[in-house]
């Protein structure tokens, strides 16, 4: 285990949280208004105001290179468009109407109109300026905040065959990890084995709720869960059985980093931050 293995190993162990500040080295971050949350998955069927976000950029980038390459005979239908979805900021979240700065479109359309280029770049510099304020202000968080995943309604079967919340079967896992660990450090063989069968059967289970979110995707389950984790965990039960207890910590503490590690790294930081900041999601 390198440094970096060690320092993960030991992060996922301790189940180290994110602390909130209190103290005078707080971070002040401000909330996006309620209204936002009838765009987003699962109030709306998609994600409407991340979507029309896309469009602004599409459409901004469009003007811009048209400007820039003397293409006006496009401009107006995509002037039309941004007016609609750069209108639409304020028709989705009436707190945000100051925001945006909507007198600069029919500027733009003038602009344009007289074929001036060094205006109609310079106008879309201001709209530009405004979607760079708000995102500065908001765009963390909202993303945090509406596109991180669930994980509270998923169940995942335990070693018995019942069903247990998400956060149990984490318990159980980390349980699991470290009654290997305890069973090498104090020389019980088979109590080692008994626990890496447990981790095996309960990564398996755990791997049967990937489908809620990945659905018919086979790649995630196979990066986190597939072959080479497999290997890992037959030849954890090799070592153990041949009673080489530092080469079986060594694998213990690999499949703890590229098994637990990995998969937090990527579905866990952003829900305990979003968890952080909003407790009662
Ligand atoms: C899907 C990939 C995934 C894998 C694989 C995984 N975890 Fe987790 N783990 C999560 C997520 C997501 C959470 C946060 C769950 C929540 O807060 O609802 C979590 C939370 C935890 C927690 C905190 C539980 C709590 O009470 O808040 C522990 C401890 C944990 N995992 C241990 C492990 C160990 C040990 C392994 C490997 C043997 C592992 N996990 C493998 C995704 C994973
Ligand atoms: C009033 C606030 C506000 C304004 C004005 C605004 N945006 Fe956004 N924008 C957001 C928020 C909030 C997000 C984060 C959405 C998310 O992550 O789901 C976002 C995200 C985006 C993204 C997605 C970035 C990514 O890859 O995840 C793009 C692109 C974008 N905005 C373009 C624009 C453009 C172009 C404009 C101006 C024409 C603009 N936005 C104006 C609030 C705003
Ligand atoms: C609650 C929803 C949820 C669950 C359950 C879930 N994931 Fe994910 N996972 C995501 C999201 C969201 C992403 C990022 C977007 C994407 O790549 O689809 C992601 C990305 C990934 C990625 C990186 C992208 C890739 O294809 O390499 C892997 C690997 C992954 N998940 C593995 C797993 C495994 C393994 C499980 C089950 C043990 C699992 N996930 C369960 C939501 C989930």
Redesign the pocket.
């Known amino acids: 285990m390198n440094y970096n293995s060690i320092f993960l190993f030991f992060f996922l162990m301790t189940g180290a949280g994110i602390a909130s500040a209190n103290g005078t080295d707080s971070v002040n971050l401000e909330m996006p208004p309620s209204s936002l949350e009838q765009w987003y998955k699962p109030v709306s069927k998609r994600h409407v105001w991340l979507h029309t976000m896309f469009a602004l950029r599409r459409e901004m980038q469009a003007i811009g290179e048209y400007a820039e390459q003397g293409g006006w005979a496009k401009m107006d239908k995509w002037i039309s468009r941004l007016e609609k979805d750069y209108g639409k900021i304020a028709e989705m979240v009436p707190e945000w109407e100051d925001e945006i700065k909507l007198r600069l479109l029919p500027e733009l359309k003038m602009f344009a109109e007289k074929k001036d280029a060094y205006r109609t770049a310079k106008t879309l510099k201001m709209i530009q300026r405004t979607c760079d304020d708000c995102h500065h202000s908001y765009q963390p968080i909202v993303t945090a905040i509406y596109r991180?995943?669930?994980?509270g309604d998923?169940k995942v079967k335990n070693l018995n065959g019942d069903e247990q919340s998400y956060e149990d079967s984490m318990e159980a896992l980390s349980t699991s990890v470290n009654q290997i660990l305890i069973a090498l450090d104090d020389g019980y063989k088979s109590k080692a084995l008994a626990a890496r069968q447990n981790l095996t059967d309960q990564l398996q289970n755990?791997?049967g709720?990937?489908r809620?979110?990945?659905e018919k995707?086979r790649?995630?389950?196979e990066?986190?869960?597939g072959k080479a984790t497999k290997q890992k965990l037959d030849a954890l039960e090799s070592r153990i059985s041949e009673g080489r207890v530092k080469e079986s910590q060594q694998l213990t503490g690999e499949i703890a980093v590229s098994v637990c590690a990995?998969?937090h790294n990527?579905?866990r930081i952003v829900n305990d931050l979003r968890n952080a900041l909003v407790p009662d999601r």
């Open positions: 991180s995943p669930h994980y998923i755990l791997g709720s990937c809620h979110c990945h995707e790649y995630p389950h990066r986190i869960l990995r998969c990527i579905h």
